[in-house]
C-alpha cells in the first residue's frame, strides 16, 4: 500500500514542478527540489519527519514557516491538504526567486513579510501558462537532510523527492547535488540513447551508461 502511497505522491510533486508557480506580490517562486510530507493514520502512513502542526491541515494552496524566525534551520512548505484528517506539505528545498536560487535555509526570510502581507493566502499558487509545452525533465532521489532513528529508515529511504532541471547549472558555482542519482531516476523512465543524454546534459557520461 505504502508503494501506491509513494507513487501519488510523487505524480503530485511531479504536476506542481511542471505547471505552477507561487506568487507573492512581486515574488515570483518557482520550484527546482520539492520534498513530499504526509502523515495520515487512516491509511497507515505515518511518516515520522512530518511536523504535524495545525498549520499544515486543511490548508491547500498556503505555505507553512517551519520557525518563527528566519535563520539556516528555517523551511517553508506549500500545503496541499484538504482536511483536517491529515498531513500534506511539499518543502520548497531549492526554489528559483525571481530568477535567483534559493535554498532552503534562505528562502523564508526572502518571501515571509511579502507572504505577511498578502491577503488571499489561498491563491498564490498559479498556473503556468507555457506548462504544455514545458521541456522539464524531473528526477526523484531519497529525501535529504533527515536525521533518522532506527525505526525511521523506512520513511528515510523513501524516494519522495521531485527535482525538475537537475542538469542545469543555476549559478557560476552552483548545481542543485546527488545529479547522478537523480539521472538514474530520470533515465530509468525514459527510452533515449543515454551516454549521448548525459554528455549533451551532464557534460561527461558516468561509466555504467557508456555504450548505452
Request: glycine letters at 6%; hydrophobic letters at 30%.
Given at each position: 500500500?505504502?508503494?501506491?502511497?509513494?507513487?501519488?505522491?510523487?505524480?503530485?510533486?511531479?504536476?506542481?514542478?511542471?505547471?505552477?508557480?507561487?506568487?507573492?506580490?512581486?515574488?515570483?517562486?518557482?520550484?527546482?527540489?520539492?520534498?513530499?510530507?504526509?502523515?495520515?493514520?487512516?491509511?497507515?502512513?505515518?511518516?515520522?519527519?512530518?511536523?504535524?502542526?495545525?498549520?499544515?491541515?486543511?490548508?491547500?494552496?498556503?505555505?507553512?514557516?517551519?520557525?518563527?524566525?528566519?535563520?539556516?534551520?528555517?523551511?517553508?512548505?506549500?500545503?496541499?491538504?484538504?482536511?483536517?484528517?491529515?498531513?500534506?506539505?511539499?518543502?520548497?528545498?531549492?526554489?528559483?526567486?525571481?530568477?535567483?536560487?534559493?535554498?532552503?535555509?534562505?528562502?523564508?526570510?526572502?518571501?515571509?513579510?511579502?507572504?505577511?502581507?498578502?491577503?488571499?493566502?489561498?491563491?498564490?499558487?498559479?498556473?503556468?501558462?507555457?506548462?504544455?509545452?514545458?521541456?522539464?525533465?524531473?528526477?526523484?532521489?531519497?529525501?535529504?537532510?533527515?536525521?533518522?532513528?532506527?525505526?525511521?529508515?523506512?520513511?528515510?529511504?523513501?524516494?519522495?523527492?521531485?527535482?525538475?532541471?537537475?542538469?542545469?547549472?543555476?549559478?557560476?558555482?552552483?548545481?542543485?547535488?546527488?545529479i547522478e542519482r537523480l539521472t538514474k531516476s530520470y533515465l530509468s523512465e525514459i527510452k533515449t540513447d543515454k551516454e549521448k543524454w548525459c554528455l549533451e546534459h551532464l557534460g561527461?557520461?558516468?561509466?555504467?551508461?557508456?555504450?548505452?
Amino acid at each position: 500500500e505504502n508503494t501506491v502511497i509513494i507513487s501519488k505522491l510523487k505524480e503530485i510533486g511531479k504536476k506542481f514542478l511542471k505547471e505552477y508557480v507561487i506568487k507573492i506580490g512581486d515574488l515570483t517562486i518557482e520550484p527546482l527540489w520539492v520534498e513530499a510530507y504526509y502523515f495520515n493514520n487512516q491509511v497507515s502512513f505515518a511518516d515520522p519527519f512530518v511536523y504535524r502542526d495545525q498549520d499544515q491541515m486543511d490548508n491547500f494552496g498556503g505555505l507553512y514557516f517551519h520557525h518563527a524566525t528566519d535563520d539556516s534551520r528555517s523551511g517553508v512548505d506549500i500545503c496541499f491538504s484538504l482536511s483536517s484528517q491529515y498531513y500534506l506539505s511539499y518543502l520548497l528545498k531549492y526554489t528559483l526567486v525571481n530568477g535567483e536560487l534559493v535554498s532552503q535555509g534562505f528562502l523564508s526570510s526572502k518571501i515571509r513579510k511579502a507572504y505577511e502581507g498578502v491577503e488571499d493566502k489561498k491563491h498564490i499558487l498559479v498556473k503556468k501558462s507555457d506548462h504544455k509545452e514545458s521541456q522539464d525533465i524531473i528526477g526523484c532521489t531519497q529525501r535529504i537532510g533527515l536525521k533518522p532513528r532506527k525505526d525511521e529508515k523506512e520513511y528515510q529511504g523513501y524516494e519522495l523527492a521531485m527535482v525538475k532541471n537537475f542538469d542545469k547549472k543555476y549559478t557560476a558555482k552552483r548545481k542543485l547535488p546527488q545529479i547522478e542519482r537523480l539521472t538514474k531516476s530520470y533515465l530509468s523512465e525514459i527510452k533515449t540513447d543515454k551516454e549521448k543524454w548525459c554528455l549533451e546534459h551532464l557534460g561527461y557520461c558516468p561509466k555504467k551508461y557508456k555504450g548505452e
